[in-house]
């Protein structure tokens, strides 16, 4: 009897392992993020926040996402979603902040986008051009929360840390990061010397094809000029011959 008990312990063992080897190979949980997850400091961005529906018997109708006020963003234009109403909620800031020179007293605070339909399987991007990206920040966090047509609501609103797992309804994080070489207030690599060259290359190009059409204009008048000589000798040679006949 003990001897068989032996002989199923390792059985038993390999079918608990392959059991804990399923479960950590189960599918884990999308949620709502923020793409693409960096940006550049002191500059704009156009970020999109990914939306997937977890639910299957269960559409999202709607997304909250609130913006972070000790970094408030002067510049937030939604872009049109078919099918989706946008609002934009604007509240006064404690502390006004400078933009461009001008002194900012109000920023938006919270996106709501509304009226449409994610369906189960599905997901969908709300696209949002966000700045001017703060330079004393590593990371910018938007709580959101995401509304299904049965009334449930997912606050996605715990913010990431460095160095722990991530939290189970974990905040969309957009990670700020040093400006590229070369790249100008608006995170765009700067051009004015590559179109600068580029307009003086196209001036040259413009003036060695204008200096093209004039050799060929001077080619086409000389052709001209000696076949109409050639005309003239013929047409005299021609005369000569007809006057010598009539005398004959």
Do not use: C
Request: glycine letters at 10%; proline letters at 7%; hydrophobic letters at 35%.
């Amino acid at each position: 009897m003990n001897a068989m008990r032996l002989r199923r312990l390792p059985v038993l063992g390999a079918l608990t392992a392959g059991g804990l080897v399923l479960l950590a190979a189960g599918p884990a949980f999308a949620h709502v993020s923020v793409q693409p997850g960096e940006a550049e400091k002191g500059g704009y961005s156009t970020v999109n926040f990914k939306v997937p529906n977890e639910r299957d018997d269960a559409s999202t109708t709607k997304l909250e996402v609130t913006l972070p006020t000790d970094h408030p963003l002067a510049s937030v234009m939604p872009q049109p979603v078919p099918g989706w109403k946008v609002k934009v909620t604007k509240s006064k800031l404690d502390k006004p902040i400078e933009m461009h020179g001008e002194k900012i007293t109000e920023a938006v605070t919270k996106v709501t986008w509304s009226g449409g339909s994610i369906e189960p399987g599905q997901f969908q991007q709300f696209p949002l051009s966000v700045g001017q990206l703060p330079e004393d920040a590593d990371q910018l966090v938007f709580k959101a929360l995401q509304t299904y047509d049965n009334k449930e609501v997912v606050r996605w609103i715990e913010e990431p840390k460095e160095g722990e797992d991530e939290p189970e309804n974990p905040a969309p994080v957009l990670k700020l990061v040093a400006p590229a070489e070369g790249s100008d207030a608006h995170g765009a690599a700067a051009s004015g010397h590559k179109d600068d060259d580029k307009g003086e290359s196209e001036d040259g190009e413009k003036t060695a094809a204008d200096d093209s059409d004039g050799d060929s204009s001077d080619t086409t008048a000389r052709v001209l000029g000696v076949a109409g000589i050639v005309v003239g000798i013929a047409g005299v040679a021609f005369g000569v011959l007809a006057s010598r006949r009539r005398s004959a």
